[in-house]
Structure formats: structure tokens, C-alpha cells
């Protein structure tokens, strides 16, 4: 896979970014694309009229300077773990954060944010950053959970953050949608380019509002369903990839938000669609993705197709 598109990484000299960029390495490095380090900025002296009055207490040109060597040093560290990487680009672009990734995510193969933790919820929430980009951004986001700890190893960026972790399952989520087929496909591709297995994954739950057993005829109607659902989704993949190894999985739940993030546990990563079957168009993220993107055990990729 040769890809001319880059693979950008959201950097904010934060552990949890450095180990967002160590994952867009390793991900540039099988697709022999670019890798762009993102450092977006926006000058606290941002709508001050008068800038010379705050400026003479504060020195941006030292911030500034400070991000380059920040950004200097993560290259260095990604070249030492990742010595075959090609293309590197690190740079600052004016704008917020949030803002400056969702624009930069229309030239992207694959846009990768870190995941940090607020307050005592470490290992719940994510920054409002990786929020924004996961629900607005242009093509596929990777929120690399979950978050490191918010703290250095020593001096500068000598010890890389675990980022390429032990290899598990490629995990999709499937519900027919052209969102979920479009995950399937992006899963398919990683997890053949990781020699790991691709399990495709569909929950279902009975029709509450008929209070459906799940033994009775109308359960069984509702699983053969979801059954027929999620064997024509494996048969295409594995028709257009026949050296995949694919397998099934039917779950059946009454939430299915928990549901998946129980089965993130021990995968390379899990893929689903920015929105399913089930939810409204005007949503940006659907409430599984939302809450894969905030609670899941391993990296999450959120598709947003350019057709949707």
C-alpha cells in the first residue's frame, strides 16, 4: 500500500500526543506515505487590540521557539524507533488546535490524535481536541487510547511511549450501514498489513418496544437477521480480500455502546463508522463511536465517508 497522502498527527508536546505520533509513524511506515506532525497555535495575545501592552509581560517568540524544539525532538525520537520512516514534516500552523486538524484532515489519508485524560476520569474522558476532530474531521480520525500518563521519563523525548503495542484482532463493528462498510474496508486493510486477524463484529438487541424475548419467534426472527446481516458483510470482504483472515462475531445485548467497549479489550484497534444504522442524520458522531472514542481499551478509528 503506497499512499501520496500523509499521515497527520495532532502534536502538543504532551505524553499522550507523543504517543499519537508514535502510532501515525508506525501506520505511515506500512502505508510508505508521509508522516506530518501538526502543532496548532493560537497566540494567547489573540484579539488583544492593543497587543504591545500584554506583549511586554509576555514573550511568544520564546513559546514559539520552544514548540520547534519540541517538535525537533519528537522527529528525532520517531527516527530512532521508526529508522526506515520516510517523509517527516514538523510544523506549527496558526489556529486552534481542534480547528487546525479538522482542516488539515481534507489532505489526509489518516488523521491520528491522542487521547488525555481530565481530572480523576484519566482513563474515561478524552480532551476536547481529540472530541472535535473525532466528530468534524474529513476522512478517517485514530484516537490512540487510551491516554499515557501525563507525565515525562527523563529529559526531553529519549523514551518513546508505548504507542505500537503487542498485536491483537483488527475489531470492526458492522450494522449494514454505508458507514460500517466503509470501517469494514479501512479493517480489512489494517489488518492484513498488521498479518493479524479481522473480526467483524455485530450486536443486536431485541425490539424493546415489543417487549421481545429473545427465545421467542420474534427474537429468533430478530437474530436470524442479524445473523444474514453480518454473514453478507463477511462474504464481500472476504471476496475481495480472499488472503484475509476473517472472522464473525454476533453479540447479542441490550446496550450495545458497552458491549463494544468490552470487546476492544486486547485489539490492535477497533474501526466503526462516525455514524450507524440507527442514527440521526444530523448526529456527527453516532452514540457507539462516541462512546468508543471516550471509553474504549485500544486505539479507535472512526470512519467518516466522503459520500455521507
Given amino acids: 500500500m503506497i499512499a501520496t497522502h500523509p499521515v497527520i498527527a495532532g502534536f502538543d508536546s504532551s505524553p499522550s500526543s507523543l504517543d499519537a505520533a508514535s502510532f501515525a509513524a508506525d501506520l505511515a511506515l506500512r502505508r510508505q506515505a508521509p508522516l506530518h506532525l501538526v502543532y496548532g497555535y493560537l497566540s494567547p ?6 497587543a504591545g501592552i500584554v506583549g511586554r509581560y509576555f514573550d511568544e ?3 514559539r521557539e520552544s514548540i520547534d524544539r519540541s517538535l525537533t525532538d519528537a522527529v528525532e525520537t520517531l527516527r530512532r524507533r521508526f529508522p526506515e520512516l520516510g517523509e517527516v514534516v514538523a510544523r506549527q500552523v496558526v489556529g486552534g488546535p481542534a480547528q487546525v486538524l479538522i482542516e488539515q484532515s481534507r489532505t489526509a489519508a489518516v488523521t491520528v490524535v491522542g487521547s488525555r485524560g481530565v481530572g ?3 482513563e474515561l474522558l478524552v ?3 481529540s472530541s472535535q476532530v473525532a466528530a468534524h474531521a474529513h476522512g478517517p480520525v485514530i484516537v490512540v487510547r487510551p491516554p499515557v500518563p501525563d507525565h515525562r521519563i527523563g529529559p526531553g523525548f529519549e523514551q518513546p511511549p508505548p504507542a505500537v503495542k503487542p498485536a491483537g484482532p483488527v475489531v470492526v463493528g458492522v450494522d449494514g450501514s454505508a458507514a460500517s462498510q466503509a470501517a469494514l474496508a479501512f479493517a480489512a486493510d489494517e489488518a492484513l498489513s498488521r498479518d493479524v486477524p479481522l473480526v467483524a463484529v455485530h450486536v443486536y438487541g431485541p425490539q424493546l418496544w415489543l417487549h421481545a424475548d429473545p427465545h421467542s ?11 444474514r446481516l453480518l ?4 462474504a464481500a470482504s472476504s471476496t475481495a480480500r480472499p488472503q484475509l483472515n476473517l472472522q464473525t462475531r454476533l ?3 441490550l446496550n450495545t455502546e458497552h458491549s463494544m467497549i468490552e470487546i476492544s479489550r486486547g485489539a490492535t484497534m477497533i474501526v466503526v463508522g462516525c455514524r450507524g444504522r440507527g442514527g440521526f442524520a444530523g448526529m456527527l458522531l453516532g452514540s457507539v463511536s462516541r462512546a468508543l472514542v471516550h471509553h474504549a481499551h485500544c486505539p479507535v478509528v472512526v470512519i467518516h465517508p466522503s459520500e455521507l
Avoid: K, P, Q
Fill in 45 to 50: 495575545l489573540y484579539g488583544y487590540g492593543v
Fill in 61 to 63: 517568540s520564546a513559546i
Fill in 120 to 122: 480523576g476520569f484519566a
Fill in 127 to 129: 480532551g476536547s481536541v
Fill in 217 to 227: 419467534a420474534t427474537g429468533h426472527a430478530a437474530e436470524d437477521r442479524a445473523r
Fill in 231 to 234: 454473514a453478507d458483510a463477511a
Fill in 251 to 253: 453479540v447479542h445485548s
